[in-house]
């Protein structure tokens, strides 16, 4: 497997430029703040092709749809995707030319789009306040 330290040696050379298989722009093989590139920093999107990171030797080699980002505790962020064939989720590590409003969101969308009723947890629903007025306090 290739790591940061074979890359600097010149021992591997960097993953090559790709098409994008959702968007189809032309990505770069190299990303800062990675060794694999492994997703569009375009649209999020990656293709199902390693088993193990960065050996690209999985035959599935289909579209993975990035579903949630997840804060590690030493606060990186890191994109969860699922493939679209065999519904493997793998997270992987943001670059720093992702696109940075699909990623907030993509951290933004459980607020969103949450799996209960807003009315269940008040908001709108007249809950009173200490001024006695329906609705969450500024």
Do not use: K, Y
């Not at 920093?41 to 980002?69: F, K, N, T």
């Not at 606060?75 to 940075?100: F, M, Q, T, V, Y």
């Amino acid at each position: 497997m290739t790591n940061h330290r074979e890359l600097a040696s010149g021992n591997e050379t960097p993953d090559p430029a790709f098409i994008c298989e959702h968007c189809r722009n032309t990505i770069p093989g190299q990303a800062p703040g990675t060794a694999h590139r492994n997703h569009c920093p375009q649209c999020l999107w990656s293709l199902h092709v390693d088993l193990r990171i960065g050996d690209r030797r999985s035959g599935c080699r289909s579209p993975m749809e990035p579903i949630a980002v997840q804060v590690l505790n030493n606060g990186e962020w890191s994109l969860l995707h699922r493939c679209r064939r065999c519904g493997l989720i793998r997270a992987n590590r943001i670059a720093g030319d992702d696109n940075e409003c699909l990623l907030l969101s993509l951290a933004l969308r459980p607020l969103a789009r949450p799996p209960f009723p807003l009315d269940r947890v008040g908001i709108g629903a007249g809950i009173r306040t200490e001024t006695g007025e329906g609705g969450i306090e500024p």
